[in-house]
């Protein structure tokens, strides 16, 4: 911490008249002294580079690229539960005056995979995929999608259950069911014109790929823009173990255990380095 205003008492010798200090005898430097001279500016170097390469690590792991770990089955058939991300949170960032230009920012799009903060809980992270975008008219028939008047092909998707739930699947013409949030009841009220779902200004309408079994802007409204983190880049890691395990705050012993005993019999080794991809959709 710095001082203002105050002078050792080394400082006040080498501030001496010098007809007094040119008498004084100098004492000897021991060896300690010596070397720890000689060293001052090594040693200073050192750990400035250090303090600085530690600050940009942090720095890109919070800013630039973050670790995901995917816990629940909404989005099986493009990531398991288990898979383990690096997430680009650069790409969907707010672009500054000058780093527009340089940097590869852009919207979001629809088909690209989101993370974001859950708006119903800011403090939990989802993933889902961007279906509607401001401005696009969105409706579900025995679950097909129906965008801007199109219906769409969605590769991606899986359908578990063989039966229909008139909500789920024929989303907004059904009357919502037990369990839609209030934000998603507020949507249906102010957001559907002749049975379609628009998409107001500032929001995104995500579904999970794994459409019968996916809590998503369905039953809780529209993502927020502001609360896109970023996109999925890699799976670096998959490891089968159950949503109980991976929702935990505190790592268990259990599941440490688990990774040790099954480490190379439970990692999915195909999807190791898989990257993550988008889909257009139009």
Not at 78 to 101: N, W, Y
Not at 167 to 185: I, K, L, Q, S
Not at 252 to 266: E, P, Q, R
Request: aromatic share 10%; charged share 20%; with cysteine.
């Amino acid at each position: 911490m710095a001082t203002v205003g105050i002078k050792t008492k080394s400082e006040t010798t080498e501030k001496a008249d010098p007809a007094v200090t040119a008498n004084t005898p100098e004492e000897p430097r021991g060896l300690w002294d010596r070397y720890r001279a000689l060293t001052h500016d090594i040693r200073r170097g050192f750990v400035a580079e250090w303090t600085v390469t530690i600050i940009l690590l942090l720095f890109a792991t919070t800013s630039l690229v973050q670790a995901f770990v995917i816990p629940s089955a909404s989005m099986e058939g493009s990531l398991l539960i288990g898979d383990h991300v690096l997430v680009d949170k650069l790409t969907f960032a707010p672009p500054g005056a000058i780093s527009k230009h340089v940097l590869p920012y852009r919207n979001v799009r629809r088909g690209d995979i989101i993370v974001f903060r859950y708006p119903m809980d800011i403090k939990e992270d989802y993933v889902k995929r961007a279906i509607g975008i401001p401005g696009d008219h969105i409706r579900l028939v025995n679950k097909q999608l129906i965008l801007n008047g199109h219906a769409v092909d969605e590769p991606y998707v899986q359908h578990i259950f063989p039966y229909m739930n008139q909500y789920r699947d024929n989303f907004p013409a059904a009357p919502p069911e037990p369990g839609v949030m209030e934000p998603a009841v507020a949507m249906l009220t102010d957001n559907v014109v002749n049975g379609e779902l628009v998409v107001p200004p500032g929001c995104v309408f995500a579904m999970g790929d794994n459409r019968d079994d996916s809590l998503d802007s369905r039953y809780w409204g529209f993502v927020p823009r502001r609360n896109i983190e970023g996109t999925p880049l890699v799976i670096y890691w998959s490891f089968e173990a159950p949503t109980a395990d991976l929702t935990n705050g505190n790592i268990g012993v259990d599941h440490i255990m688990d990774i040790l005993t099954h480490f190379f019999t439970k990692t999915r080794w195909s999807r190791t380095l898989k990257l993550v991809h988008g889909y257009p959709l139009k």
